[in-house]
């Protein structure tokens, strides 16, 4: 059931037309008709306007390019993602994420196609990649974020059908979804193998959505599910009963490596905004981009945001050969975490005053960073992750070394 498979990605003669068709969507009609509406990164987006840009970008042979060629995409290399990703980041459009379908579309399902039947390929993940319906990932609960095996949320077997109850918490893109991959657990007494995902259309009775909330960088893109005596039928169990948290693991490691790009696309866009304006303000009958305590600054940025390309693109093509990245993307996500919110704040600093105007897109940047020291697991679990892997690579290659057999 591996999502990942060695993949190549496409000739870089039709990887380079792609990645121009996508900087002119963004350019050319997407930020232009934001700024026509006055739409911005905090406005509260329907599900009609979300829906117009998916459209938009399957049109143009955008959307849903990150899917395998047998479920309809263009089968990109994740390291060609990676670079699309940050193009479409560092645009700063509001609506960057309906480019390649993050706001519940073909990003939000990713690599989990591979573990679908036919029959669901039909029902749940080709409308999507058409930019028809969308769906959403629900694994986090009020007890279980970090600690995925805390999940609550039942699944009972009534005949042909499986009963689910439970709560689900600050799953992105819910409120927009059409359905939802669902983690439950099948049978308490089997750990990690009595975990099973589900696809539950929203539509079922007992599928409720609650609980908005806004998060420091004003988005509307969290909300709860609670799930009432929801009755599902067995065909919808995706990837095999019980390898719903395997299945789980497997989405997190490269979920992980690929908000790295969206990171690293906020931290170009603060890096280009800091430039610009260190060339343009004049202090003391000069740009202040001549003064060396703001040359420093600058080259700490782009010293930062280049080792933050340089280990996205070593982990996409590990990942890209199907070797496992669960070190390698801990180790980006943290690293890059925390040195795209410095980039930030530097940007913020040259800035000066109208850097903290909530108004100016540096500020707006700061905030969002600062969030992904949280999001897809805290610097402080990806610490753990990485050392265990250390702890793992050491037993490994010292097998008569252990501790007490000296």
């Known amino acids: 059931m591996a999502l990942l498979k060695a ?17 002119d969507y963004l350019y050319d009609e997407l930020i232009p008709m934001e700024k026509e509406q006055g739409l911005t990164h905090e406005t509260r987006f329907e599900r009609a306007q979300l829906e117009q840009g998916w459209r938009r970008s399957y049109e143009l042979g955008i959307y849903g390019a990150n899917l395998p060629l047998e479920h309809g995409g263009m089968g990109l290399s994740i390291d060609q993602l990676c670079t699309l990703k940050t193009d479409c980041t560092r645009s700063n459009a509001a609506l960057y994420g309906c480019v390649l379908g993050e706001n519940g579309g073909p990003m939000r399902i990713g690599y989990i196609v591979n573990s679908a039947t036919a029959e669901q390929m039909e029902e749940f993940f080709r409308p ?4 028809e319906r969308a769906g959403c990932f629900a694994m986090t609960e009020p007890q279980a974020g970090s600690d995925a095996m805390r999940i609550k949320t039942s699944a009972v077997k009534d005949g042909d059908d499986y009963i689910i109850n439970g709560h689900k918490q600050f799953i992105t893109a819910s409120r927009t979804a059409d359905f939802a991959i669902i983690l439950t657990v099948t049978d308490p007494d089997a750990g990690a193998n009595g975990v099973t995902a589900f696809l539950v259309d929203a539509a079922s009775e007992g599928y409720e959505i609650r609980g908005h909330y806004l998060p420091m960088s004003g ?31 497997e989405r997190i490691n490269i979920n992980r490596l690929l908000q790295c790009p969206t990171m690293l696309g906020h931290a170009e866009f ?39 390309h340089a280990m996205i693109h070593e982990a996409a093509a590990k ?88």
């Open 7 to 23: 993949n190549d990605g496409i000739a870089p003669e039709a990887f380079s037309t792609l990645r121009k068709k996508v900087h």
């Open 128 to 131: 999507v990649a058409r930019g």
């Open 219 to 249: 988005q509307h893109i969290d909300n709860d599910i609670h799930l009432t005596n929801v009755r599902v039928p067995a065909r919808n169990i995706l990837g095999g009963l019980g390898n719903g948290f395997k299945l789980g693991m």
């Open 270 to 308: 603060a890096l280009d905004q800091a430039i610009d304006y260190a060339h343009r303000r004049v202090q003391f009958g000069k740009p202040i981009a001549e003064f060396q305590a703001i040359q420093h600054m600058l080259a700490d940025m782009k010293t930062a945001n280049y080792a933050a």
């Open 319 to 406: 990942a890209d050969r199907g070797e496992d990245i669960r070190s390698e993307a801990s180790m980006c996500k943290v690293f890059i975490a925390e040195n795209s919110f410095q980039v930030a704040d530097k940007a913020i600093q040259i800035h000066g005053s109208i850097g903290m105007t909530q108004s100016h897109p540096v500020e707006w940047v700061f905030r969002r960073l600062r969030m992904f020291r949280i999001l897809t697991g805290s610097s402080e679990i990806q610490r753990n992750t990485i050392g265990k892997g250390i702890s793992k690579n050491w037993r490994k290659a010292n097998p008569d070394q252990v501790e007490g057999q000296q």
